[in-house]
Structure formats: structure tokens, C-alpha cells
């Protein structure tokens, strides 16, 4: 039962493979996580005539992270378009482009304006293929800056990738890394359904081997960072890279932390959680959206009906969210989402058998 | 009823309102006829009968407990759905609404495989996934009606894009009702078809009523159309029950779509006859309300207007009909015969693979 | 670290208690779960002027599922307004509203057009107190039917109570039979925050002992229908009923079912839950909504972090929503969501120890 | 700039617009003086002179690093703020926007309140928890800034809507930009306004850009105001830098709102001086379109009006500069003394308990 799980390091250049005939294997350089985003939407374009860009201030302005930056320039506005400030109804555009020949790849400024798309993004873009019963597909893609650390407080910082992982209908990715950034974004442009990414807003800057040219990461995989033996940490985005500083410390104490990056939220790679979890026998659940019914909530759900539920010799623990909007103050904002520290501590106590 | 034309000044024009009211009754013969053979004229009568023998039969199949859910009928709206689609062409989209029977079938639709889909069988559109809220035919142009009211407005504008990308000739109609003229996503629709100069043609179907709502309680201006000025867009008020009104409305309106001259807000006037939805106690209109539009039933006045302008005679008329009666019995027969799908099958469509 | 769990029959008259001095017990009646809430809205309109009820067609047509019938006869259309069809504005009216010293009960016509209006919920009405540090309170009461089972196809027949449930500051209520329906309403309305109330359209015709005059259900307190010694059954809505009907018939074949009804999702009563978990060894959450990231997979998070999850003698099963949209044709709709059929055989299997 | 007044047909008149233009110049003293007193002009110069050093303040602050996240100012819109607010009683309510410094202090707020916002605070309005972007003060009225553009304007339509169930006789100003004009909310919120005739003054600030995005690229008609038609309301444009004609425009439409009339749209023609927001590089806009701007400095047009107008003396300036001066400093030293929120109170204020 146990599935494709990739092995360390994150950026192999051997990932990547042909896609569609345009994709070669080149040197990876180091990238931003928003410099490999801008790359995948650039080769996209060249590519295909169907692909273009939607979303607010995405042209001159460049974007509010800069990740369009400069297409603009050289793709002109038709193609990197500057939407009013209509969320509902430039998501309804769209659909409709999508549904009739067009890929578009929709900006939203910040993740939280979702709330005013969510009529199209969950009744209409999920939907449409099976209330049609198969007639049309929604080749869409969305991308929502999210999460907290910027001191934009409550409604400029939310993590709401669980709604929509919890619509069947969606595909839900988060990458951690700019190589996957880069690749699970042109997946996601090559896939015939809806697939909604979610950007960590404090990523954008990080850097990371990038290869060159085309090359897609499978949608629905989660990637094995680090192995370790003693307890499986999986990590959704930003809290990968906090998860992975909290295993080396760990791993000072001796505990081997095994560190996944869950990359999709939907479709959920269940197998290769369970898989780890049976080698290691805990499980511990690190994510940023608000920790009631989180990410975090499902995996150990999944985990704890699985087969996997036999071997674990502790609870299942979760460090998300607190049950709080985001605070503007910066100390209470970083409270607010869990710090390596807490991590350290979680791992350590489970691990450690003392709860 | 008047054809009432406002066009709105050029956004940096100074501010002035030109209101074009033509107060001369249609003439004998409407302009519009010019452009329609009459073996066209009688397929648009053929397509309203069909529409309204549709409507009936299913509203009979949904007592006999062979149509799950609720239904919303179009009867007395027909004049509208077929004016609007004659002016299409095949390849030309539309968007529709819950109450959206007769745009599909006025858009090319076989009401076999829209029974089909009432029935829930694989054999419906929808493949019985869908029923009357989800009824489409891709393969007319028509991609939906919705069960959010609204929700297909964007949607449209979004085909508008794409066919202006593509360089594709094709327009796109947005059916939509006089309640959902107050929803933001019409409001966030028009301003980008407009700014856009996208070749789509908005068609508010004003029947007085979003349900149990007057358009008089829920919408601030008299006439949906005058709205267009928040848009710098063409907006006319027809007789919604006068397929000639209708049509004309339509190919002036699509045809400066086609011409790159951008969207178009038509707001038809009319009513539906029957209660918003299958569980309507119709607490909420008189009688005397419905009588009076029963009088201006619109097939009847079709009918009387081509068989005094010659285009059709009563005989004709009454093969159409038995025609008509044939299609539906058939059609029914079909679907009642056609297999429902597999429980297996519950969770495909969902994704493309 | 047990806690107050109410026992059975679930209607008893001396669940009524003194709320505000308008209370008093009374007999109770048979009403449906519609008539419930109609009286509940009746009697808190009557006692206090600032409650009204916004909402489409909740006038002269009464609601479409005739849940404020009459009231605009009695109450005029100034406390019982039609809206425009305007989910989002109106929404913030409400808000508004709450804001400055009225009461609002804000009506959905269906759950689905919530997604038009997530934005002032969300953004909004959860979030206001808190960011604007304690200076404001929103109470306002919010009714979304809910649930399939009616033919209404994919956007007339969610389950989307989870999404508010990972929403700190708001308060999510399910309840299951007419004595809740009456006594969670008058309990949000009396409550100082934003309170979300699932009403499943199926149960509108339910018929239950309902007392007579004011009287409140806490908000946040699970139910305990059945007590069992086998296996926990936590359920929400109508598959307490399912849930119920599965139990009666496990029983023939000596299994004994713990039925709870959460009743609330937020706050949730995780303690109730443990403690019975920490009786019975098993757990099976039963849900309408979809599986991945339903309820209950906070509900079994919830107990896979708990010290109950030292007494699991088996795997934590869930019966949620098929990943699929509600699909039209009665047959499918009926297997995309839990039946009585399959709970029964999911529980026998769990304590047979078959999997 | 000239007043221009579109009122708009009553809903059951015969279509007819009528557009009533003022041409004539703003006379030597503007009519509204006579209704404001000169020391009330003086406080309204003081005002603007406060938030002007506020926002100098503020930025200075952030570049020091005393202010975390983003900011958004309005230098250049201080005539529009304090004209709009010299019409409004302290029990009147307002909901602002994301660019709502100005809104706050016009309303009433204490800057060093306000600081220690910014500084994230316990003395802050939001006791440190909401920032700059949810700057509010509900003692006079403010409910505050909003992060969600087009948020705070269907919740004005609630406060109007509870005002006039309850008989107070407040009114409700809603302030917002060219941007959100064009989102669902404002068409929603606008048309039940109308409908249920409630005391609402929608004031939009048109500063020419959304963002990056200009007016003529995002909104299909050139004035606001124009939209207010689609909601048979009164909608006016004034030059937003000019004090007098944006409190002229607010007394009318407040009074309006007070007695009855129902609510106003009144479309604030300004610019803002300053970017965006923080990480705004500049690149959608001249430097000949800022410097033209620039030269036509709401406040230094103010105060030598006040001068010309005998209301004021280059003394009474100079004392009021100072006095702001020392308010602002003031204002700093209390915020930054006062206490952080702690930890521990993470997840206090998310419900009432
Ligand atoms: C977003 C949304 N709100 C409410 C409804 C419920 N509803 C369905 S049809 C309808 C009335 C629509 O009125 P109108 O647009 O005038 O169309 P008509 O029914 O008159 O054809 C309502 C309120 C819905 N389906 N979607
Ligand atoms: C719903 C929503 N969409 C987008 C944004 C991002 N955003 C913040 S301010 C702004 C521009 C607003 O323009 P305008 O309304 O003209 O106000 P101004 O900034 O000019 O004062 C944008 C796009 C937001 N905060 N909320
Ligand atoms: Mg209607
Ligand atoms: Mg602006």
C-alpha cells in the first residue's frame, strides 16, 4: 500500500521529465520561490496562445508580491490583464474563458478575497463537469498569496486552503519550495480540472534550486524532505521549513524527526502518509490555517482509520492555527501560527512519551 | 409597446442623456420579418409550441413523480427565449438560469434528451446528473442553465473574452431574471463586458418577480434597462411577449457585438404564468394580474400576427401542433426507455482523467 | 475531564430552564422542526423589539421551506424583510445592523448562497470584535438549510457547515430534532456574537415534542441520545436519526451503540466526546458533508490528540459526504451521503474487529 | 470645479432625465460659510493640518520601523475627509476604508490613540490587535477602517437601516474609492439604500487609480457618480480639494438623509499624493500628473481662502501648525509608552464572554 514518496534533496534536478515535448532536463540555479513562479507562468505563455493572466494589478504594478513583475512587457495586456476590483465576477470570467477554449491563471491579490469568488470557484468552476455530466472540463488555475508574518492583520492573512480542500471537484496544492512552485504550478496549468494554489506570502523571497525550462510536479504527492525514524512530521507550506529547522535541532537530541511535505491537499496522498507513519509510528500534523478543521484535521482522520492506526504507539498531534484571527501586534502574530520552537517541544514531548 | 432606446454619452463626452422614444406603434409589418424567411417565422412558432408543450408535459411528469427536485417553467416567457435565440447562430454561446427549459430548447435543444435528463437517465445531457437546474447542450452553444441566480452572468462575459481572444465570430446571450439584476455579480459583469468591449448580449427577462419579490420592492430603478448607463452601454426595453419586438432587439444587438461594437443590455418584459417553482402558493400576485397577461399570451399573438401577415395558414398551424404533439410523446418515450445510470458511477465526472 | 452530557429522551420538559425571566416550563406539544423555529423567531420578536428577520421571500411567501410562514402578518415587513436577491449586501446590512443595536436573523434561502456572501461573515462579522480589540459585539443569527435529499441537484444541496466551523469567532450550530431547533435558535439570538445556524431541509417535516414558551439550549453541548457500551456514534443533523435507526437495529445483534448528537461544531464539545469514547473504545463519526475535511475529521482528530486516544481499541471510522457533488438523479444523490444501511455495516464491521 | 447635479426620474415618472448643470464659479464665500462658524473653519483647517502631520508622522514611523505591515495614507485627500465629516454630529456613524487615517481623525479619534494603534499597542483604538488598516473608534462613531475594499459599504446600509428602525436620527456616511465602485457590494448595498430609503451618504473618493489601475481602465463610465441613476438616487461630483464644495455637497446630503429623503451619493474627485501603500514603486502614474496635483494642495487652497476670506490670519496658522505639532509628538510619546497587549491574550476578544 505504501506510494511514490520522492527522496531528498527537494530540488533534483532528475524530477525533472518530459511533460509534453517541450520540456527539457537542464541546471537548476538558485531562484525565489516568486522568481520560479514568475519562470513557470513565462515558459506557459510562450508555450501556449490559451494561457493568460487575470487578477488585480498584476500588469504595470507587477503584482502586489511581484510575481508577475514584468510580464506584462512581454506579453502585452491582453494576455497579462489587469481586472477591476470585482473579484466574483472576474472569477465568473474566468470559468467562462476556461469553459470555452482559454486557460486562465487568476490572481488573487490576497487569498482572503476568496471569500468574495467562492459562488464561482465552488459552485460554479467545481462543479461544472459534473453537473454537465462530463460535457465540459475547467482547465483553471488560481493563485492566493496567503498566510500571516506580514503585519497585515486579520482580513490580509488568512489560510483558508482547508475550504477548498474540502470540495470535491478542486485539486488543492501549497508548494513549500520554489522548485515546486515552479512545477506544481505548470501541472496545474497542463491539468484539465480547477486546481487552486496556495502561496505562502513570507516564501516569496526564499530561495532555491530551480531547473531550467519545462518540467511539472505530479499534483497529489507529497515529497519526503528528511527520513528519520522516530516520528513523521507533516508539514504544509511555510511550516516545512520551520518543521525541517525543528528535525535538525531534534535530531541534536537524538530524536530522527521523518519531515514530509505534503504539497497537495487535494488529492490527498494518503498512502505515503500512512507509509511513513508505519515505519515511525507517530504522527505529528504542522500546519498554519486555524487548527479546527485544518489540513492537519483530515491527516490525522485519514491516519486514524487507516491500517496505519495500528501501529501508532501515541496520539496523533496537530500544531495549527490558533483559534484567533490574525492580530496586527507582530509578537501576538507570531503566536498565532506555530514557530519551530513549538514544534521542537511538541516532537519532543511526543516522542519523549510525556504529554 | 414602445421600443424605448437609451444610449448613454461616450465616457468622455460631457454629460448629457439622449432618451429616443419611438412612440409609433409597430408598423403592419415589423422590419424584422425582412430578414427572417418565413419557413424561419414558422420554425420560431414550431419553437415556442414546442417550449410550451415541453413546459406542460414535464409539469405533468413531475406529478406523476417521474421529475425529482423542483422544476421552474417558463410558460408565457416563450416569445423572449425564441426572439432572443433567432438571432443566433449555432456556434454563438448562452448562459441561462434556473428557468431555463425554454432558452435551451430555443437555442437547438432535443427535448428527448432534456427529458432524458428530468427522468435522471444517463441519456439526458447531464447524464442524470444534473436535471432541470443544470439542463445544457454543449454541443448548441448552450452552457447552462444555473441554479445560482446570477451565477451565469460572469460566466458569459468570461466566453465573450474568450471568443474576442480567438478571434472567434461567436456571440454570447446571458439570460438572466429581474432578480438578478440585483446581484453584484451583474453589476461586476457589465462593467467588465463594457471596459472589455466584449461581444455579449445581456437579456433580463423581467417578469415582475424574483420569486415572491416585486421587481417594485427589490430594485430601485423602474426598468432594469435604465441600468445600462451605469455601464456606458446600450440599454432598450421590449415587449417580451412580442417575438417580432424581441427579435429585432436581438439582431441589432448582435450584430454590433459582432461588429466589435460591444455588449448590449436588452430587458425583455413578461411574465411566467406559472408559480416561481413547483411549491409556490402564489400568495403574492391577484388573479386579475395573471388573467391579463394570460390575454397577451405571446403564441397566440404570434400566431395571429403571421397568419394575418400571410406567413402561415391555419392548417399550417395545426400540423405544427400535431407535429409538436409527436416530438413530445416520442421524446418522452425515449427517455422513460433510456437506462439510469450506475451507482458506480457515482463519483466520475468529477474530475477529467 | 468529563462533562455535562444530557441523557435521553431528548425532549425532556426539564431541559427547560429560566433564561432571561421571560422563561417558564411548560407542556410540550408536537411540533415539526419547522413550526419550531417558526415559534422560536415568534417568541424572541415578541419579547425584544431589535430582533428582525431579513432573508428572500421570508414574507408573503413565508420562506421556501415555510419556516417563517405567517410572521409578516404579525410582525409587519419592517421585522420580517424581503431582501433584494443580494446574499452578499444584505449580509453586511445584517451586519451593520448588529452592529448598532439590532438583532438580526439573517435567512439563506439555501446554504449554497453562503458562498456569495463569505466575505462579510468571514471577513466580517467573525472577525470585527477581534480586530477592532473588544470594542464591538455582532450578534447576529444566521439560518442556512442545508443538505440533500430533495432533488435539487449540486447547487441547492450542500453540507458547508464545516468551512464555518474552522472559523474562530463564529459560533456553528446543527441541530438535529424540533426541541433543539427551537432551543438553539433562542439561544443564538440571546447570545452576544455571530451564531450559524444548519438547518437540514429534510427534517423541516420531522415532528417532536416541543415545549410551550422560551427556553434555550446551550450552545456548545453535545447530547448523548443512546448510551451503548460498544462503540461511540457521534453524528450531526439528520444522521442522528440514521444513526439512531442503525443503533435500534445493531442492538438486535447484541451490539450497543453510543449515540451523540454534537449538536454544535463550534465551540465543540470534544470533552463529551472523549469521555464517551473513553466508555465505549470505538468511534465512528457520521456526517452529511463531504468526508475529506468534514466534521468529522475534526472529531476524530479531536480524540486521536486526546488521552482518549488511549483507550481506542480500533481504528476511528468516518461516514461522511462522497467526494462528489450532490448529483440529480435520486439514486445517486441518495449514495453520495450516509444511509441507515451503511452505518449499520460500518459499525458491526468496526466492533466485529472486521475491516 | 463646477457642481454638477444628476437627479434622476422617480421610479414610476415617465422616462425623462433630467441633468442640471451649475456653470457658475463658487462665489468669494462660499455659500456653506454661512452655516459654519469661523472657529469651526479654523478646527476644520486644524483637522486637516492633523491628519496631513499624522500621515508625515506615520510614514516617518514606519521607516523607522515603528509600524509593522503596511500602510496606506491620504495626503491629498484631507479636504474630502473633514469636508464630508463637518456635516456630521458625533452620534453619527461612518465606515471607512483601508486608506482611512484621514476619515478617522476628520471623524474625531485621538492621534495618540490612534499611534498606539499603529505601534500595536494596548492603548490603541484595537488594542494593538487590528492596525492601521482597521483603524476605528467607535466612541465617535468610526466603525472603523476596512481591509476588504467595498467591505464597510453594505454595512453602512445596516447602521442606516438600524438608525431608522430605532427612530434615531443619525445618518451614516460610507466612505470608499474609485476602485471599489466596482465591486458586487457597492451595487447591492446602493440599491437597498434606495429601496428602503434609508439615511446614507455613499461617499466615494475618486482618486484616479485603484491600485495601479486607472478609473478609465477599470469603470465603464467616467464619473461615479453617474452610477448613482441605476439606483434612482442623487449623485453629485465635487472637487474632493476643495473644502467647501465637498462640505457643501456633505450638508445637502446629510440633511437629506436627516429628514427623510433617503440616501446620496456624492463622488469626490482628489488624488492621492503618496503611493499605494507602502510597496508601491510608482510606475502607473507621471510625475507631471503628481506635481499638477501637488499645486493644487487641498490645505495650502484652504488656508488661503480662510486668509482671503478674513476668517483666519497667517498668525492663527502658524499657532495651529504649532499646536498640531505638539499634538503629534505628544501623541508619540503616549504611544510609544504604553504597553504592549500580552501574549497571554492571544485569543481574548474573539467572542464576547
Ligand atoms: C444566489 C441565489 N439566491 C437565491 C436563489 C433562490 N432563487 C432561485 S430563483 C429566485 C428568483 C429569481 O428571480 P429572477 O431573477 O427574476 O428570475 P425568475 O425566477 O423570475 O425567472 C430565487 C430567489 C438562488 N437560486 N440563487
Ligand atoms: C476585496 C479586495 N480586493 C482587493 C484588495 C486589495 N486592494 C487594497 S486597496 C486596493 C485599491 C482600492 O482602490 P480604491 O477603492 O480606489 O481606493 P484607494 O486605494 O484609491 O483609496 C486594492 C486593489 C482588497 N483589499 N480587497
Ligand atoms: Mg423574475
Ligand atoms: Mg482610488
Known amino acids: 500500500m505504501s506510494t511514490l514518496i520522492e527522496t531528498r534533496p527537494a530540488q533534483r534536478p532528475q524530477d525533472v521529465f518530459a511533460g509534453d515535448g517541450r520540456s527539457h532536463v537542464s541546471r537548476a540555479r538558485e531562484l525565489t520561490y516568486a522568481q520560479a513562479i514568475q519562470e513557470a507562468l513565462a515558459i506557459a505563455m510562450e508555450a501556449d496562445e490559451r494561457v493568460f493572466l487575470m487578477g488585480e494589478d498584476i500588469g504595470i504594478y507587477g503584482g502586489a508580491f511581484q510575481v508577475t513583475g514584468d510580464l506584462v512587457q512581454r506579453f502585452g495586456t491582453e494576455r497579462v490583464m489587469d481586472t477591476p476590483i470585482s473579484e466574483l465576477g472576474a472569477a465568473g470570467v474566468a470559468v467562462g474563458a476556461a469553459l470555452t477554449g482559454l486557460r486562465p491563471i487568476f490572481e488573487f491579490q490576497f487569498s482572503d478575497f476568496s471569500t468574495l469568488a467562492m459562488e464561482q470557484i465552488v459552485n460554479q468552476a467545481a462543479k461544472l463537469r459534473f453537473m454537465l455530466g462530463g460535457a465540459v472540463s475547467v482547465p483553471l488555475v488560481m493563485r492566493f498569496p496567503s498566510g500571516s508574518g506580514t503585519g497585515a492583520a486579520a482580513q490580509h492573512s488568512q489560510s483558508l486552503e482547508a475550504w477548498f480542500a474540502h470540495v470535491p471537484g478542486l485539486k488543492v496544492v501549497q508548494p513549500a519550495t520554489p522548485y515546486d512552485a515552479k512545477g506544481c504550478l505548470l501541472a496545474a496549468i497542463a491539468d484539465p480540472d480547477p486546481v487552486m494554489i496556495f502561496e505562502h506570502k513570507l516564501l516569496y523571497k526564499m530561495k532555491g534550486e530551480v531547473p531550467e525550462g519545462h518540467y511539472t510536479v505530479p499534483l497529489g504527492k507529497a515529497r519526503l524532505c528528511r527520513p528519520g525514524r522516530d516520528v513523521t512530521v507533516v508539514a504544509t507550506s511555510i511550516m516545512v521549513h520551520r518543521s525541517l529547522a525543528a528535525a535538525e535541532e531534534l535530531a541534536d537530541e537524538g530524536i530522527e524527526a521523518e519531515v514530509i511535505d505534503l504539497r497537495s491537499l487535494r488529492p490527498l496522498d494518503r498512502d505515503a502518509l500512512a507509509a511513513s507513519v508505519k515505519r515511525t509510528h507517530r504522527l505529528v500534523c504542522v500546519y498554519e490555517g486555524v487548527k479546527t478543521l485544518g489540513i492537519g484535521a483530515e491527516l490525522s482522520a485519514s491516519i486514524a482509520e487507516s491500517d496505519a492506526f495500528d501501529y501508532l504507539d501515541a496520539p496523533i498531534l496537530r500544531l495549527g492555527g490558533a483559534e484567533c484571527p490574525i492580530p496586527y501586534n507582530p509578537e501576538l502574530e507570531k503566536a498565532a501560527v506555530p514557530q519551530t520552537p513549538a514544534i521542537i517541544a511538541a516532537v519532543r514531548n511526543l516522542v519523549r512519551g510525556r504529554r | ?353
Open chain 2, 1 to 353: 409597446m414602445a421600443v424605448q432606446e437609451m444610449k448613454l454619452r461616450e465616457k468622455s463626452a460631457p454629460a448629457r442623456v439622449r432618451v429616443v422614444v419611438e412612440e409609433a406603434a409597430p408598423p403592419m409589418m415589423p422590419v424584422i420579418y425582412r430578414r427572417l424567411s418565413a419557413e424561419s417565422l414558422r420554425q420560431a412558432l414550431r419553437k415556442m409550441l414546442l417550449i410550451r408543450r415541453f413546459e406542460e408535459s414535464a409539469e405533468d411528469a413531475y406529478m406523476r413523480g417521474l421529475v425529482h427536485g423542483t422544476m421552474h417553467l417558463s410558460i408565457g416567457q416563450e416569445a423572449s427565449a425564441v426572439g432572443i435565440c433567432a438571432a443566433l447562430d449555432p456556434t454563438d454561446y448562452m448562459t441561462s438560469t434556473h428557468r431555463g427549459h425554454g432558452h435551451c430548447i430555443a437555442k437547438g435543444a432535443q427535448v428527448s434528451r432534456m427529458f432524458a435528463e428530468f427522468f435522471g437517465k444517463e441519456d439526458g445531457y447531464c447524464r442524470g446528473r444534473g436535471g432541470s437546474m443544470h439542463i445544457a447542450d454543449v454541443s448548441t452553444g448552450n452552457l447552462g442553465a444555473n441554479g445560482i441566480v446570477g451565477g451565469g452572468i460572469p460566466i458569459a462575459v468570461g466566453v465573450a473574452l474568450s471568443m474576442k481572444r480567438q478571434k472567434r465570430s461567436s456571440v454570447v446571450v446571458s439570460f438572466f431574471g429581474d432578480g438578478a439584476n440585483n446581484e453584484g455579480a451583474f453589476h461586476e459583469a457589465l462593467n467588465m463586458a463594457s471596459i472589455w468591449k466584449l461581444p455579449v448580449i445581456f437579456v433580463c427577462e423581467n417578469n415582475g418577480y424574483g420569486m415572491s419579490t416585486s421587481s417594485d420592492r427589490s430594485t430601485a430603478v423602474k426598468d432594469v434597462a435604465q441600468r445600462a448607463s451605469a455601464y456606458a452601454m446600450a440599454g432598450r426595453i421590449v415587449d417580451g411577449n412580442d417575438f417580432a419586438e424581441v427579435a429585432q432587439a436581438a439582431f441589432d444587438a448582435v450584430e454590433r457585438a459582432r461588429q466589435g461594437g460591444g455588449p448590449s443590455l436588452i430587458e425583455s418584459k413578461t411574465y411566467r404564468i406559472r408559480g416561481h417553482s413547483r411549491s409556490d402558493r402564489n400568495r403574492y400576485r391577484t388573479k386579475e394580474e395573471i388573467e391579463a397577461w394570460l390575454a397577451r399570451d405571446p403564441i397566440g399573438a404570434f400566431e395571429r400576427q403571421l397568419l394575418r401577415l400571410g406567413f402561415i395558414t391555419t392548417a399550417d398551424i395545426d400540423a405544427i401542433r400535431a407535429d409538436v404533439e409527436r416530438e413530445i410523446e416520442e421524446a418522452i418515450a425515449f427517455a422513460k426507455a433510456s437506462p439510469a445510470p450506475s451507482i458506480e458511477e457515482l463519483t466520475r465526472y468529477v474530475y477529467s482523467d
